[in-house]
C-alpha cells in the first residue's frame, strides 16, 4: 500500500484547541455546539478549511488554525477565532474554558455530535467512545521529506511525559479527583487504536502497517490511528497529540514551541547524518503512564537500561538544550513559559491548590474560564476566590 506523503516547505505548524462550552449558571458544560457554530458560519461552514469545528461531543467546538510559519502568528491566528467564538457564546449564557476533562459534568449527560464519522465510532466502538468528553490540543509541525516522517515520530515518543507534564489538566472527572495528573489520558487512551506510537524502521514499514490493520479491519482509514504522535500524510507534518487541554493561549504557544522546536532540530540531526533516539517501547508506555499519575513530580525512565531522573530536571534540561533552536525560529518567549509552569505550576497543580484552599469545583471551572479570557494563571494565591 502507498501513503503519499505531502512533504511541507519546512516546519510550517498547525494547531487544533479543543474548547468547553459552558453554563455561567451553572458551571456544567452545555451541549449547544451546533447552535454556536450555526451563528459563526463564516467560521464554521468551510468544509476541511473550517477554522471552527465541531468535535465528537456537542460540548466541544474546535478552534483550528490556517497554515503557519511561527508560534506568534499561530497564537494570533487562535486569538481571534476564540474571540470571535466568545462574543456569540456570552449572550447565550455560555463561557468558554479548556481543561483535558471537565471537573464536574458527567459524560453520560454528553450529546453526540451531528457529524456521521462519529456515529459510526459509537457504533464501533461503544463505551469508550461514548464517554470522550475529554479536550486536548493537537499540534502539527511540517516534515520536508517523508523519509525523515518515522524517525522523527520515533523520537518525539521519548518526550511523551514531556508534552502531558506540562499541560495535564485534568484531574478530576465528573466531580471526584482521580489522583491522576491527566485522567483524559486514560480515558482517551482506551480507544483501540490510540495510545503511544508504534515504533517502525520507516515509511515503508509504516505503509505496511497500516496496510495490514486496512485488511485485518481494525480500521476503515489511517486517519483511524489516534496515536500520540503520529504521521499525517495529507499535510505533510507530524502530529502531536499528547497535550491534554491547555488553559491558556500563553500556554498553548509554550506547547507549539516545544513541538516545532524539536522536530526542527530532528531535521537538523538527520540533515548531518545522525541517527535519531528511538527510545524502547516499554520504556515510553512506562514513561507516558508516570506523567498521567504524577504529572511533573514523576519519576520518568532516562534510558533502556531503567535509569532515572525527576521529569521536572528533565523538562528543565530540555528547554535549555531547545533555546537556540527556538530563538532561531523566533519562538524564545513562547518556549519560556516552560518555566513558568514549572515554577506557578501546570494546569492539574493550580486546579488542586484551589480545591486545596477550600474552593469548591465550580471555583476550578471558574479559574478555568478566566485563565482563557484573561490569559493567565490563577494563582494559589487567588485560590478559593476564583469564583468571585
Known amino acids: ?63 483550528v488554525t490556517d497554515i503557519c510559519e511561527t508560534v506568534a502568528e499561530a497564537q494570533r491566528d487562535l486569538a481571534a477565532t476564540v474571540d ?37 465510532l459509537v457504533e464501533r466502538v461503544r463505551w469508550p467512545a461514548r464517554r470522550i468528553q475529554t479536550f486536548g490540543v493537537h499540534v502539527h509541525v511540517g516534515v520536508t521529506d517523508p523519509a525523515k516522517a518515522i524517525p522523527i515520530v520515533n523520537a518525539l515518543a521519548g518526550y511523551l511525559p514531556h508534552f502531558l507534564a506540562l499541560t495535564a ?8 479527583d482521580t489522583g491522576l495528573a491527566s485522567t483524559r489520558a486514560v480515558v482517551f487512551g482506551q480507544l483501540p487504536t490510540a495510545g503511544p506510537p508504534h515504533l517502525l ?31 499525517h500524510p495529507e499535510f505533510g507534518t507530524v502530529e502531536i497529540r499528547m497535550f491534554d487541554g491547555i488553559p491558556t493561549l500563553r500556554e498553548v504557544g509554550m ?38 499519575r504524577y504529572g511533573l513530580d514523576a519519576i520518568v525512565i532516562t534510558d ?28 524564545a518567549d513562547e518556549l519560556k513559559v516552560a518555566g513558568e509552569v514549572l515554577e506557578h505550576g501546570a494546569p492539574y497543580e493550580r486546579q488542586r491548590a484551589i480545591r486545596a484552599g477550600g474552593g469548591t469545583l465550580e471555583d476550578v471551572v471558574d479559574a478555568a474560564i478566566l485563565e482563557l479570557a484573561e490569559d493567565r494563571f490563577v494563582t494559589r494565591g487567588e485560590a478559593g476566590r476564583a469564583g468571585n
Request: aromatic letters at 8%; hydrophobic letters at 45%.
Open 169 to 176: 489538566s485534568s484531574p478530576f472527572w465528573s466531580g471526584d
Open 304 to 331: 533502556d537500561s531503567g535509569h532515572t531522573a525527576p521529569l521536572r530536571d528533565e523538562v528543565y534540561e530540555l528547554v535549555a538544550e531547545l533555546e537556540p533552536v527556538a530563538a532561531r525560529l523566533g519562538c
Open 1 to 63: 500500500m502507498a501513503i503519499v506523503f505531502n512533504p511541507s516547505r519546512g516546519a510550517t505548524l498547525g494547531v487544533e484547541w479543543e474548547l468547553q462550552l459552558v453554563d455561567v449558571a451553572t458551571r456544567h458544560l452545555r451541549q449547544d455546539a451546533r447552535e454556536v457554530l450555526a451563528a459563526l458560519p463564516s467560521l464554521s461552514a468551510a468544509g476541511q478549511d473550517a477554522k471552527l469545528r465541531h468535535e465528537i461531543m456537542e460540548s466541544t467546538v474546535e478552534a
Open 201 to 231: 524502521d520507516d515509511w515503508a514499514a509504516f505503509e505496511d502497517y497500516m496496510d495490514t490493520l486496512l485488511r485485518a479491519g481494525t480500521i476503515r482509514s489511517i486517519k483511524e490511528v489516534w496515536w500520540d504522535v503520529r504521521p
Open 84 to 120: 470571535a467564538l466568545r462574543a456569540v457564546a456570552a449572550p447565550r449564557g455560555m463561557a468558554v474554558a479548556c481543561t483535558g476533562t471537565h471537573p464536574i459534568s458527567d459524560w453520560r449527560d454528553a450529546e453526540l455530535s451531528p457529524l456521521q464519522r462519529y456515529s459510526d
Open 255 to 292: 506547547a507549539t514551541a516545544l513541538c516545532q522546536s524539536l522536530v526542527t532540530l530532528f531535521e537538523q540531526q538527520l540533515d548531518r547524518g545522525y541517527t535519531l533516539p528511538r527510545p524502547a517501547a516499554w520504556v515510553v508506555r512506562d514513561n507516558k503512564w508516570r506523567a498521567t
